[in-house]
């Protein structure tokens, strides 16, 4: 018994770190066409990324977002709804969170952070329920539908941030700080790492428990492996469809909420350098795992903190970290005899 | 074409076998189609006939026996090499790009060049019209795909044979897509293209155009050929009886003692239409009474899935009205028939009455993950789902591993059972049950039948639908029979016998 | 003081005209291409680099279709062979060549963000003199560059050889019925990855007409989102290269419009929603039509 939850376990890390190990290879072609050791530059990766205990806490602050991106991609997929959609809802969230954290008066923090993140998750489910009713009642193909719901959401958030809801006498396009009670705490000071990590790692955590013991994780799942079959016995795959899709969204916003409420303090233009879309790639890496999301979510994060690191230490291009990035999203749903074939887009 | 009208055998088997693992789906079989003639091969379901079909089109090889071609033994490497040698096949679902119109499919791959390596559209008309004109039918060539009614499109795909130079043509099931007005012309095309000089062999279980179009008839069943013959020398009822066999000694289940009263299942003026939109079903009446099993005898086609599909409520019905239990469903979901009280047995087990890629657990609590005893407060119960999943499978004596084994761990079998289980657990008030024994072996249809019957015994109600005649023979209480979406006539056990029960499934009044 | 608009309005809708028209081959023959931004960012590279160096114009927009078409080759094989979301793969394309170029400009020039080389030579603009002084028209046509002539003279082209040619017609079937397409003997993977490699030189012209046809050098925001405005430019134009153009019109109006009604209280940001907003609309509207004809079948 042991022996077989060990097993998937293993398979799993297999399965996750495997298109890691493909980008990697292609990192090192790039590195050393262009006059760098990779071997030296990876291993300098993995100092800057995992040596001690406050490099450790970078990488975790890192991964902080791409846990959420990752879950609220994850949470989607897992019912068969294709919802590229997070990186707008992060956007929205975030501006409602910094909105919540500088507009309201000094309450104490165990009012004001829940009551930010509330406003987060609610703005970034709502935004996502659009997609899910057009899918769920019209068939509309929810990748196009939530793809440029993200183009959108990044516009409207540019706008409200350059015009209304700019900070006085704020050179670049931000909103004003947040009052000291609306940030999440510091885990380790002086490292960046906030409370943020535990609450997002708990509802990854939470979303592993969701989907072994609940109903509506079992439904869920069902209906992601055959909605034909999940219509026979009774569940209606439609209903599901919405709820997940605003589910995605709310796990969307809050990641946008926790990264303003714990690292930046208020909402920047361009605050986000595509988490959400990583967290697709790691959703996809995952196959839809809690402990997947987890793994491939540091991984990633190890990757970001890592990169802007070497940066300062070695003449290597921090552009080094997107390029794996890409690599990895593409390696993910690759297949080499392992893979995700999954959505199509229609005509 | 007139050296091919010197050879014996156009097309032809000779003992082909085909097996796959323990399952003979071609055993020995032997086929002799004569150049410029129409040939029939019928056969239920699970006959052999597809397999025999993909042979004889180089999509599958036999392990033993060889294929014939004009008289000689050949080897097809594939779909290509039988089209190079003028063996062409339109399958049951088309090979057709639907946003193209009709003479772009035509022409597609082989496309008529003209002036500047541009395509010559005027050839590919002329010769599109010069082919319809051969097949005697009128088609709007402008017309796209899917704006095209069935008919057309089927027209298209034998055109598409012709124009590509096929002379043998096969046809699987061809009638199966087409209402019955559209059928004769469809007889009437095949006439024509005999005549001149194609040669043609079609699948079928219609067993009334069989007799009206071909000049020879095999008749398969399990896997072998069972008679060769024509239709001069046999009849509607010897065909269907050769089709099915005589009644098997397995045990027939006891007929229920008396007729109960409680009325369960009502429908009136029950209309329903298939995914295209056309009506296959009604109108009908029928009416369901606790503790007894209903079949519905009748060849698949004649609104058999329709009927299923009301009655288990996954489709709202077109017209009509359905009471269940003494409420109103109509318009329910399916959700709300099955805690009314209706179980379904899919006759599609592996994509509808399970989920194969699932695990066994989830298989048997799928649907009732809600229910008090497996779940509380959202939470799932897994030590009572556990302990209820290994009861009922047992009681069933389904054979698996573990409850975590994927459902398409199990044998087809033990799959069916798995699915009942699910079902009859649940305790449901009516059983809809379409082709309970499909791919499962003779001791298991034995079991499954007892299964069915004790379900009866218990009070439950059971509308059965099968293609076997034997198997409605041996289950049911009362028989109807369902012909182009009506129903055609009742009997009852004492009355019903195979050439009765025949008669109806081809439309005709139980004399 | 239309005259100018217009004219504007054309020099804005060229790239995504280019690459709309290439992505809407890509999708008629069955994929759908999110990488278009990244065969745009490297062709305006490429173009630069190689105007520059080889101080010849035509040079450099052959040079950046060719790695547009490289690009574009390789992501298709990718998800035609080894069966690879299209989807993820066009994004994770999309990222990884932004950070190859980023990166490579840091490396190989050592310059971060902007490249700005010596001599590079522009693309010429097309004077037709009789044109000149007539209003409107003058504008619309007079003065504008080669590629704008090509993208435009590509939009009857594409529509004529989608019918006439038999590679139109076979791409058409490979976009929508993959299996037919095998069952007739073609081959239609290979055909769909020459979809994509049109696509890919496309979308590399439409890069190297924002570099050297615009502004003179590369700059690693010049694409500014244009090939996801394609996306919204060959969706909006369903399967038809004259309705894609419209769109690609439509967006180029937009843009060239919310430039000159910054500061007078429209915001440029909203505007720039429009597209992405037209999609979704569109999207919904044909959901409710395939919904009304559904019910009409089975009523």
């Known amino acids: 018994m042991m022996n077989a939850r060990w097993s998937v376990y293993l398979v799993r890390s297999a399965t996750t770190a495997a298109p890691f190990a493909l980008a990697i290879a292609i990192g090192a072609v790039v590195l050393a066409a262009t006059g760098h050791e990779p071997l030296a530059v990876y291993q300098l990766m993995v100092e800057e990324a995992f040596g001690g205990e406050r490099r450790i806490a970078a990488t975790l602050t890192a991964a902080t977002p791409l846990l959420l991106t990752g879950l609220a991609a994850a949470v989607a997929f897992r019912a068969g709804i294709f919802n590229v959609g997070a990186e707008g809802c992060f956007y929205l969230g975030g501006m409602a969170a910094a909105v919540v954290g500088y507009a309201s008066p000094n309450w104490p923090s165990t009012l004001l952070i829940p009551l930010a993140l509330a406003a987060s998750g609610l703005v970034g489910g709502a935004w996502l329920l659009g997609p899910g009713v057009l899918r769920a009642r019209l068939g509309v193909d929810e990748v196009v539908t939530t793809l440029m719901l993200n183009f959108i959401a990044v516009d409207l958030t540019s706008w409200l941030v350059n015009g209304p809801l700019l900070a006085r006498g704020s050179a670049n396009s931000a909103t004003p700080q947040i009052v000291s009670n609306a940030e999440l705490p510091r885990l380790l000071p002086p490292s960046t790492l906030h409370l943020g990590f535990v609450l997002s790692l708990s509802l990854v955590v939470a979303y592993g428990f969701w989907g072994r013991f609940s109903v509506e994780g079992f439904r869920s799942r069902l209906v992601g492996l055959s909605a034909r079959f999940s219509r026979a016995v009774g569940i209606d795959p439609l209903r599901i469809f919405v709820g997940v899709m605003v589910a995605s969204g709310v796990i969307g916003g809050l990641a946008g909420g926790i990264h303003v409420l714990g690292l930046v303090h208020r909402f920047v233009a361009g605050f986000s350098p595509g988490y959400g879309f990583t967290g697709v790639a790691i959703a996809l890496l995952a196959r839809n795992s809690a402990f997947g999301v987890a793994l491939a979510a540091i991984l990633f994060g190890a990757l970001s903190s890592a990169g802007a690191n070497i940066q300062l230490f070695s003449n290597v291009p921090l552009e080094i970290v997107e390029i794996l990035q890409g690599a990895v999203m593409i390696f993910a749903v690759a297949q080499f005899g392992f893979g995700w074939a999954g959505h199509r887009l229609g005509p | ?511 | 003081m239309i005259d100018l608009f217009l004219h504007a309005a054309i020099l804005t809708t060229t790239p995504i005209l280019l690459a709309a028209i290439g992505g809407l081959v890509n999708r008629i023959g069955g994929l759908v291409n999110l990488g278009l931004e990244s065969m745009m960012l490297a062709g305006a590279l490429v173009a630069v680099e190689v105007s520059s160096a080889a101080s010849s114009a035509a040079l450099a927009i052959v040079a950046a279709g060719a790695i547009g078409a490289v690009v574009g080759l390789t992501m298709s094989l990718v998800i035609t062979r080894l069966r690879a979301n299209e989807i993820i793969v066009g994004l994770g394309f999309t990222v990884a060549v932004a950070g190859l170029v980023r990166y490579l400009l840091k490396s190989l020039y050592g310059v971060s963000g902007t490249y700005n080389p010596p001599g590079v030579v522009m693309l010429p603009r097309l004077d037709i003199p009789f044109l000149d002084g007539v209003p409107i028209v003058g504008a619309i046509l007079s003065r504008q560059d080669a590629l704008t002539w090509f993208a435009w003279a590509m939009v009857p082209a594409v529509a004529f050889a989608l019918t006439r040619t038999r590679w139109g017609l076979r791409l058409r079937a490979t976009g929508s019925a993959e299996a037919t397409v095998r069952a007739v003997g073609l081959a239609p993977l290979r055909i769909r990855d020459i979809s994509t490699l049109f696509a890919g030189a496309m979308a590399g012209l439409a890069g190297a007409y924002l570099s050297i046809g615009i502004v003179g050098l590369f700059n690693e925001g010049i694409t500014g989102g244009r090939g996801f405005i394609a996306l919204a430019a060959f969706y909006f134009g369903r399967m038809s290269p004259a309705r894609t153009a419209l769109g690609a019109l439509l967006f180029g109006f937009f843009d060239a419009a919310q430039i000159r009604l910054q500061g007078r209280g429209v915001p440029a940001e909203l505007v720039q929603t429009l597209p992405y907003v037209i999609v979704i609309v569109v999207l919904t509207g044909l959901g409710v039509a395939d919904w009304r004809a559904a019910r009409e079948r089975t009523l």
């Not at chain 2, 082989?110 to 590919?124: K, N, Y």
């Not at chain 2, 095309?189 to 009334?208: C, V």
């Not at chain 2, 000049?215 to 089709?243: F, N, Q």
Request: hydrophobic residues 45%.
């Open chain 2, 1 to 511: 074409m007139t050296e091919m009208a010197r050879v014996e055998v156009r097309l032809g088997a000779r003992r082909v076998t085909r097996a796959f693992g323990s399952v003979l789906a071609n055993d020995r079989v032997d086929l002799s189609v004569a150049p410029t003639t129409i040939h029939a091969v019928v056969g239920g379901n699970g006959a052999g006939k597809s397999t025999l079909m993909r042979i004889l089109q180089g999509v599958d090889r036999p392990d033993e026996g060889s294929v014939i071609l004009n008289d000689r033994p050949v080897r097809l490497t594939g779909p290509a090499d039988a089209y190079a040698r003028g063996i062409g096949m339109v399958h049951q679902e088309f090979m057709l790009a639907p946003p193209l119109t009709l003479l772009e499919n035509l022409v597609l791959a082989r496309e008529p060049v003209g002036f500047g390596g541009l395509i010559d559209w005027r050839a590919a008309q002329a010769e599109a019209d010069r082919l319809a004109k051969i097949a005697g039918v009128t088609i709007d060539w402008r017309l796209r795909v899917v704006d095209a009614p069935v008919h057309v499109r089927q027209a298209l795909e034998i055109l598409r044979l012709l124009y590509r130079g096929a002379d043998v043509l096969i046809l699987d099931e061809p009638t199966a897509v087409l209402a019955p007005a559209q059928i004769e012309d469809l007889l009437a095309l095949m006439r024509k293209l005999k005549a001149e000089g194609r040669t043609i062999l079609f699948i079928s279980h219609k067993l009334e155009e069989v007799m009206s179009v071909a000049d020879k008839i095999t008749i398969m069943r399990a896997g072998r050929v069972v008679e060769t013959t024509t239709p001069a020398r046999t009849s509607l009822p010897e065909l269907a009886r050769a089709m099915v066999g005589e009644s098997i000694e397995a045990a027939t289940v006891e007929a229920r003692a008396l007729p109960s009263e409680k009325l369960l299942f009502r429908a009136r003026g029950l209309v329903a239409r298939d995914a295209m939109g056309v009506q296959r079903l009604g109108p009908v009446d029928l009416d369901i009474f606790a503790g007894e099993i209903v079949g519905v005898a009748g060849v698949s086609g004649n609104g058999q899935d329709e009927l299923v599909g009301s009655a288990a409520g996954l489709t709202h019905p077109a017209e009509g009205t359905i009471d269940f239990a003494g409420g109103d469903m109509t318009r329910a979901s399916t959700s709300h028939f099955r805690a009314a009280g209706v179980g379904y047995l899919s006759a599609d087990r592996g994509e509808e009455g399970l989920c194969l890629t699932a695990s066994i657990r989830d298989n048997f609590i799928a649907g009732r993950e809600r229910d008090h005893a497996f779940s509380r407060f959202g939470v799932l119960q897994l030590r009572a789902i556990a302990v209820e999943a290994e009861r009922a499978l047992t009681r069933l004596s389904v054979r698996y591993g573990r409850l975590s084994d994927p459902a398409s761990s199990l044998s087809g079998g033990n799959q069916q059972r798995l699915a009942i289980a699910r079902e009859v657990d649940r305790e449901p008030k009516l059983l809809v049950a379409a082709q309970p024994t499909r791919g499962v072996d003779i001791a298991g249809t034995a079991f499954i039948h007892s299964l069915i019957a004790a379900f009866r015994d218990r009070g439950g109600a059971v509308l059965l639908i099968s293609e076997s005649l034997d198997e409605i023979l041996a289950l049911s209480d009362r028989i109807i029979g369902l012909y182009n979406g009506r129903i055609v006539g009742e009997l009852n056990r004492r009355e019903a016998s195979v050439d009765r029960v025949g008669r109806m499934m081809l439309g005709q009044k139980a004399a």
